[in-house]
Nanobody, 129 residues
Framework: QEQLVESGGGLVQTGGSLGLSCAVSPDLFRIVALGWFRQGPGKEREFVAAVSLDGAQVGYADFAKGRFTINRDNFGNTVYLRMDSLKPEDSAVYSC??????????????????????WGQGTQVTVSS
């Protein structure tokens, strides 16, 4: 059983918007902080955005600030990434990730990939110029 399943990728024109979703298994969702990462062709995987276990704190890569929005739906066990003003350089495979968190660290966000315990398969985002 897959713990994380992304959806919502696709082809969009420069300046357009796209929303990604990551469905998380219910038992996992309640004990993890969540993040989105991306990997473009020939590039290293890079951090995009993260949200804390309690949903109160978020963090963004510099390139994502002002254009991307992450949020978690605690009722739907889903984490979303809204992407606006997309550029060709945003083209990549986007993956969501989950990290076990003690409730005492419920407000922490994690920007480094090696912190994360579970990964989704990824969804392709292509931005045409």
């Amino acid at each position: 059983q897959e713990q994380l399943v992304e959806s919502g990728g696709g082809l969009v024109q420069t300046g357009g918007s796209l929303g990604l979703s990551c469905a998380v298994s219910p038992d996992l969702f309640r004990i993890v902080a969540l993040g989105w990462f991306r990997q473009g062709p020939g590039k290293e995987r890079e951090f995009v955005a993260a949200v804390s276990l309690d949903g109160a704190q978020v963090g963004y890569a510099d390139f994502a600030k002002g254009r991307f929005t992450i949020n978690r739906d605690n009722f739907g066990n889903t984490v979303y990434l809204r992407m606006d003003s997309l550029k060709p350089e945003d083209s990549a495979v986007y993956s969501c990730a989950a990290k076990y968190v003690r409730t005492s660290a419920g407000a922490e966000v994690y920007t480094l990939a090696y912190y994360y315990n579970y990964w989704g398969q990824g969804t392709q985002v292509t931005v045409s110029s």
